[in-house]
């Protein structure tokens, strides 16, 4: 498998200072990466340096393409979809409105119906409320239509960030079993923040640790899991 993903030497931060400091890290195609570290470690403003919305510098290079001085609506045609944290589904829109947002920018109309059935596959609940407004969903069900939203844009790569955060662990186990089924049937990539360090490292294969806005440790996500600095710091055990 190529590269999807590879980035180097990135700084990114709000304002005149950095938060992340020199920070390399890879997706491979048909792949799945997780960034762990602690709170304030700076896990999110990597997905949004990614992403180009914060400020940056350093090589990001993505589907072949060098992306670091591209804006936000570029990189996402080039087939990156993000799931921010706290989910940013259209409150006032439909389950099924929603879902047509995140197909918003394709012209083809037929494939877009059939995805809308099979997110509707995937998630059954959202095909319970495709009427409902979104904004009274549930919170699992918010995730679920911000992840199925983003997956309209048929991705790339999925970026998530903590889809676990809040939701109960019944609702979390699902959506990374779906995540984990679209990932193998789709082929879809995916980089994952979350908080969630055990399930975060049986989803992935590989695995990134943060630290104050550097790499501390990197590898494969089941030496992780047996290290015993992140088995003690993340793990409980």
């Known amino acids: 498998m190529g590269t999807l993903l590879e980035v180097k030497d990135l700084h990114a931060g709000y304002g005149p200072t950095d938060v992340l400091r020199g920070v390399g ?3 491979t195609e048909g792949g799945i990466t997780t960034i762990l570290g602690a709170n304030g470690a700076g896990k999110t ?4 340096a990614v992403c180009g919305l914060v400020r940056r510098r350093g090589y990001v290079h993505f589907a072949g393409e060098a992306i670091e001085s591209r804006v936000t609506e570029d990189i996402v045609r080039l087939g990156l979809a993000h799931v921010p944290d706290g989910r940013g589904t259209f ?13 918003i920018t394709r012209r083809d109309r037929k494939a877009v119906e059939q995805d809308m059935a099979r997110m509707y596959g995937y998630f059954p609940r959202l095909a319970e409320r495709r009427a409902q407004q979104a904004g009274t969903l549930s919170g699992g069900e918010q995730q679920m239509l911000a992840i199925a939203r983003a997956l309209m844009l048929r991705p790339k790569l999925l970026v998530l960030d903590e889809p676990s955060f809040g ?7 699902d959506i990374f079993r779906i995540m ?5 049937e789709e082929k879809v990539s995916i980089l994952l923040v979350e908080q969630n360090a055990r399930l975060a490292l049986e989803l992935a294969d590989t695995a990134y640790l943060l630290e104050t806005g550097q790499v501390a440790l990197s590898g494969a996500a ?5 290290d015993e600095t ?6 409980g055990y």
């Not at 099924?96 to 197909?103: D, K, Q, S």
């Not at 984990?180 to 193998?184: A, H, L, Y």
């Not at 089941?222 to 047996?226: F, H, I, Q, S, V």
């Open 91 to 103: 409150t006032m829109l439909s389950t099924e409105e929603n879902l047509r947002v995140g197909a």
């Open 180 to 184: 984990r089924t679209v990932n193998r």
């Open 230 to 235: 992140v088995r003690a710091a993340y793990l």
């Open 222 to 226: 089941a030496d992780l899991r047996n």
């Open 167 to 173: 939701l109960a662990p019944l609702v979390v186990q």
């Open 25 to 27: 890290f890879a997706v």
């Open 45 to 48: 403003t990597l997905l949004r």
